[in-house]
């Protein structure tokens, strides 16, 4: 049986038209789903839509109102994609200045902005809290002896380690070079310090390699103050840091709680 040559390829120019709409209903499924746009051009999308516009006053002219609708639904989803990337890339970067650039825990300046606000709520309904800082005493050493980039890498492994373990009510920050600061919402004295064991041993276990032969665990040092030793996130930074300092090479622990 032989197809009308018309026949063929109108279907043919149907397949193509529902491949084109299917590839564009599976980006705009995949941009909703992840909130990335960050592989995708603005620029490009935008002139791509002013040829499909063009397209379809072409189709207009010669009236061929196939060219037409099939630009116009192609142009619908491109312009559907760019709003989409619009959108998102304006949430991004309102994240991306939360962030901290290296290890994109929260940065200084979103962790006191955000704390204080916490504090004030905990404290309406009678909610204990704490803020632990983390230090890192190898990165500068492990830089100097094995490169800038095995020192980061370290850094990056103590962040990931710390925001994988805690939880959404929680908030992590780095505040330092080598120094990270931690909110835990719902938390004494008791469990604090169950919560800095289990982050102690876990950042412990994520070792990172060097080479074929040698890995290293980040060092580190957790100084802990909860609601019970101050009412402000101030007066607790202060009061941890102090915490953290006096928790030296000789010291048999390397976790330890406010004591005023």
Known sequence: ????????????????????????????????????????????????????????????????????????????????ILMLIIYYDAEDKIERARR??????FNRKYFEQTVPVRIAEAKTVNQHFAIMLVSLANS??????????????????LAKTLEKDLR???????????????YLAG??????????????????FNKIKINKEQELSPDVKMGICTSE???DMEELMQKADKTLKAITVKSPSKIKICKE
């Open 1 to 80: 049986m032989m197809f009308d040559e018309e026949v063929l390829f109108t279907y043919i120019g149907y397949a193509a038209g529902l491949a084109t709409i299917l590839t564009f209903t599976i980006q705009i499924l995949k941009i909703i789903e992840t909130k990335n746009v960050a592989s995708l051009s603005s620029y490009m999308y935008t002139i791509y839509s002013l040829g499909l516009v063009c397209w379809a006053a072409y189709g207009i002219y010669i009236e061929n109102w196939l060219i037409v609708f099939a630009n116009l639904i192609t142009f619908f989803f491109t312009f559907a």
């Open 100 to 105: 901290d650039e290296l290890t994109y825990v």
């Open 140 to 157: 500068t050493a492990t830089a100097k002896k094995y490169g800038k980039k095995i020192g980061k890498k370290l850094l990056k492994t």
């Open 168 to 182: 959404e009510t929680d908030m992590v920050a780095r505040i330092d070079d080598n120094k990270f600061a931690v």
């Open 187 to 204: 938390t004494d004295n008791k469990s604090a310090e169950i919560v800095a064991t289990r982050l102690y041993n876990n950042i412990q």
């Open 229 to 231: 030793h101050g009412e």
